[in-house]
């Protein structure tokens, strides 16, 4: 019997993964790792079937064993998690060793454990600033026989450009056709090293990363149902008592629905659980799948989300009045990395995904799933559930 090692179940987008790999694949082993006792039993209390040991992405040894007992690891985790000294050093060597041995030329920096609490950007995507911690990961995956499959999740800010400035012909990349170039992002380039060290692994383990877009829509997770980026958005609708676009770009964004992107995962589970041995078409050194179904901008995402606001009983904004702020006044409202997230361009084509695993897109688009994301987001706030920590840090509650 298969046994999946699962890091990250509870989030919206682990919680969407693992609820279609539960229904599916009844007979699969499922072991999670959770935070603490009280979110285990939550997830069991959905999914019955589903085991957890209590850990974070700070626990290198924990992640190391339990991926050695694993025919498959999914990673979809977000964490700030502080590795100890000694541990850093361990699994900084070893994500050298790995990056080294594919024979790269690339300028790696020394690994650096970024803190939450001064590093704006280390929440960009599931892996930032997270090496040492996959690198426990794929030690502990790397003598299987025969050999095991790691999913990982890395994050489209690898394309960002540089927010403030509007580029004079905006890039659009295919995980196809600019595989080579998305490949060869400076390690300065948010995911480039996490990427790079993924990659490395695949001589010994069959890998593949999933590179979600903007993240919409409704998860059926028990614990983070809504997206992540919504709290602090909101938060900074609240200060300025007004919807806002961040100029002078165009902002110009990919969005991909999380049961689209859950779907992604699903396909390359299916396939490590009934292929005799890896399609390389699917697995390897080239496995990059950009999750993105429409493009749009964050002036036609305002729009929408304030229409929806000022016609709610929560009390946002009484009008749909647009501010239009330089990149710099968002900063000072919205912080650092909201500002990051809606004030660049960010377009993505999802070619390999419809192309090596027939993946069709089904779910809403954007702003026919607002309504009932923010119908459960406050009701959450009204109920005293949810993503408390998110919503304690950007002061939500009090928007109920």
Do not use: C
Not at 205 to 227: D, E, K, Q, R, W
Not at 287 to 305: G, P, Q
Not at 346 to 354: I, L, V
Request: negative net charge.
């Amino acid at each position: 019997m298969s046994q999946i090692f699962f890091i990250g179940a509870t989030g919206h987008i682990g919680g969407a993964v693992l609820d279609l790999v539960y229904q599916k694949y009844p007979d699969v082993l499922i072991h999670t790792l959770v935070r603490d006792e009280k979110k285990g039993k939550i997830l069991v209390g959905k999914y019955p079937r589903v085991t957890f040991v209590i850990g974070d992405l700070a626990s290198l040894d924990l992640l190391t064993r339990e991926a050695k007992k694993a025919d498959i690891v999914i990673n979809t985790k977000t964490s700030n998690d502080i590795a100890n000294e000694k541990d850093q050093s361990r699994y900084s060597e070893l994500r050298l060793k790995l990056i080294l041995g594919l024979g790269q030329s690339l300028n790696i920096e020394p690994f650096v454990q970024h803190n939450p609490l001064t590093d704006p950007l280390v929440d960009a995507g599931p892996d930032v600033k997270q090496d040492v911690a996959i690198s426990a990961i794929l030690e502990g995956l790397a003598n299987h026989s025969p050999k095991a499959y790691y999913i990982h999740t890395s994050g489209a800010s690898l394309i960002w450009d540089s927010p403030g400035s509007a580029p004079a012909e905006p890039k659009i990349f295919d995980d196809v056709l600019d595989i080579q170039a998305l490949k060869s992002f400076p390690s300065t380039a948010l995911h480039a090293t996490s990427n790079a060290l993924v990659f490395a692994a695949s001589p010994s383990t069959n890998i593949a990363i999933i590179s979600p877009t903007a993240v919409h829509g409704l998860s059926p997770s028990p614990l983070h149902p809504t997206p992540l980026s919504l709290p602090p958005l909101l938060s900074a609708i609240s200060t300025t008592q007004s919807g806002f676009t961040i100029t002078p770009t165009t902002n110009l964004q990919s969005h991909i629905h999380v049961l689209d992107l859950a779907q992604i995962y699903l396909s390359l589970l299916s396939s490590a659980l009934h292929s005799r041995s890896p399609d390389p078409q699917k697995w390897g050194p080239e496995a990059f799948y950009f999750a993105s179904s429409e493009d749009l901008s964050f002036s036609e995402y305002m729009t929408a989300l304030i229409s929806k606001l000022s016609n709610s009983p929560y009390h946002l904004v009484h009008d749909t009045q647009i501010k239009e702020l330089p990149f710099s006044e968002a900063v000072t409202v919205a912080g650092t990395l909201t500002s990051y997230l809606f004030g660049i361009d960010m377009q993505a084509r999802s070619t390999r995904a419809k192309e090596r695993l027939g993946w069709v897109l089904r779910a809403k688009k954007v702003e026919e799933g607002l309504d009932a994301v923010l119908e459960t987001y406050f009701k959450q706030i009204d109920d005293g559930s949810g993503m408390q920590e998110l919503d304690d840090t950007y002061k939500l509650r009090s928007f109920a």
